[in-house]
């Protein structure tokens, strides 16, 4: 990952947050959120390429990434809502273009119906969105963190190289695996992990998927079809909620659309966000 360097600390209620923008400020800003178990890290093929046309904003939530992670620490979609919604006021983005991935549109729908975010325009791509989400294997280590807490260093990486691995269809690259797997590893990584899959509750997409009817900004919902962890009717589901949503397949993707087809999902992005650009 030392391609891909986030240069900057924003102090959070959750925690120190790692945070970078790409292309010239003042273009218009785009944000990006990333999912779990991942990081800003996802989006660097479509970071740069949006950062042709707009200030391009990314972020590792705390807890991810190159953010700070600690015992105790509140990692919860509740939270990184709250943190998302600090974070636009420090960079003074009353209403971007916002652009999130898996657990990141949660957050992002969450500050928005919930904290009075306001975006220009927003784009799902295979979010966390619609009851029930969780794997078996994700809600298995959920109910007994503090035991997989404890596993040896090299069967703990073996099982979070599994389980990332299972986000792509085709495959990611080895350099691809090991960037995303490094940030989980050591004593501080191991228990980061396992931390983030106990907080993440079902509840909190339940507060807010019934007032998905509520949203009136221009929505975009993406979907890789081949994703195995929320299944593609899903993208189907959660666009028929919400009012004058569009549903964009994309096929030979898996759950990790942005490694899986970064070209076809970067084009679909700039067709979208061009519609609601102000540059």
């Not at 939530?61 to 919860?76: C, I, L, R, T, W």
């Not at 220009?120 to 969105?129: E, G, I, K, S």
């Not at 666009?239 to 970064?262: C, F, K, T, Y």
Request: proline letters at 6%.
């Amino acid at each position: 990952m030392s391609e891909w360097q986030l240069t900057r600390t924003f102090r959070s209620t959750s925690g120190d947050v790692r945070w970078d923008s790409l292309g010239q400020p003042g273009q218009d800003p785009v944000v990006l959120l990333h999912g779990t178990p991942f990081s800003s890290y996802v989006w660097r093929a479509v970071a740069r390429s949006l950062a042709r046309r707009h200030q391009v904003f990314v972020w590792d939530m705390p807890g991810y990434g190159a953010s700070e992670k600690y015992a105790g620490q509140d990692v919860s979609l509740a939270a990184q809502g709250k943190v998302f919604t600090e974070l636009l006021a420090h960079w003074g983005l009353e209403e971007p273009l916002v652009v999130a991935h898996d657990f990141g549109g949660a957050v992002s729908l969450r500050a928005h119906l919930l904290h009075g975010a306001h975006y220009r325009a927003l784009a799902l791509v295979d979010p966390v969105a619609l009851a029930p989400w969780g794997s078996p294997f994700f809600r298995l280590v959920g109910e007994h963190s503090e035991v997989f807490e404890q596993l040896p260093p090299a069967l703990h990486r073996a099982l979070v190289r599994e389980y990332i691995s299972s986000a792509s269809s085709p495959g990611l690259h080895p350099a691809v695996l090991e960037g995303l797997v490094r940030p989980w590893l050591g004593d501080v990584g191991q228990a980061a992990f396992y931390r983030q899959i106990a907080q993440a509750d079902q509840l909190y997409t339940d507060e807010v998927q019934d007032r998905y009817g509520e949203i009136g900004i221009p929505v975009l919902v993406c979907w890789g079809q081949d994703d195995t962890w929320i299944p593609a009717e899903k993208g189907s589901e959660l666009a028929a909620r919400i009012p004058g949503a569009r549903l964009e397949p994309i096929s030979g993707a898996g759950h990790l659309v942005q490694e899986d087809a970064p070209a076809e999902l970067t084009a679909v992005l700039i067709s979208f966000l061009k519609q609601y650009s102000r540059s």
